[in-house]
């Protein structure tokens, strides 16, 4: 098995019978927006390349995965998970809840699950990208299958 088949994300999507491809690319990790950079390097459209972004509502872990190209609502993450106030989560924090690096969070296969929000609008697209557990490495998969092996809830996420 490849140490990319390994990670963690990509064993519970095969687990789960989720089809999805792989896709390894030279992470950057200067590049001023990294998700966008991903975007660029696989050759994808930034709507299709989402991100895994960790944030707390009401002081409640809770995972967000957003188009590379747009920005989280804190007011709409909170209405999200019937909060009344969320803020993006510390970095070594996101590191240590999630068992993955920054640069490298999957929503699959964290360490601790917790609820997890997709933007609606990503739905509509008919393939994804996600990061896949590792940086420089994500999964292509259709945004349904992603929903559904995550549990996750659709919602306005965006500015």
């Known amino acids: 098995m ?3 088949a390994a990670t963690r994300a990509a064993q519970v999507l095969s687990k789960a019978g989720i089809a999805f491809t792989a896709h390894v690319y ?18 994808a459209a930034p709507s ?3 991100k895994t972004l960790m944030a707390l509502v009401d002081g409640r872990a809770v995972c967000l995965v957003v188009p590379s190209d747009r920005e989280l609502s804190m007011k709409k993450v909170a209405a999200a998970f019937g909060g009344k106030a969320a803020q993006m989560m510390k ?6 809840s999630t068992g993955y690096r920054v640069g490298g969070i999957s929503p699959f296969g964290q360490k601790k699950q917790v609820p997890t929000a997709f933007e609606a609008a990503a739905l509509t697209e008919d393939q994804v990208y996600i990061n896949g557990g590792q940086r420089g ?5 259709a945004p349904a299958d992603a929903v559904a092996c995550l549990g996750a809830n659709s919602a306005d996420l965006v500015t």
């Open 48 to 50: 299709c390349v989402l």
């Open 137 to 141: 490495y994500l999964v292509r998969l």
């Open 91 to 96: 970095p070594a924090d996101a590191e240590r």
């Open 2 to 4: 490849s140490k990319l």
């Open 26 to 43: 030279t992470y950057d990790a200067d590049a001023d927006r990294v998700a966008l950079q991903a975007a660029e390097a696989v050759g």
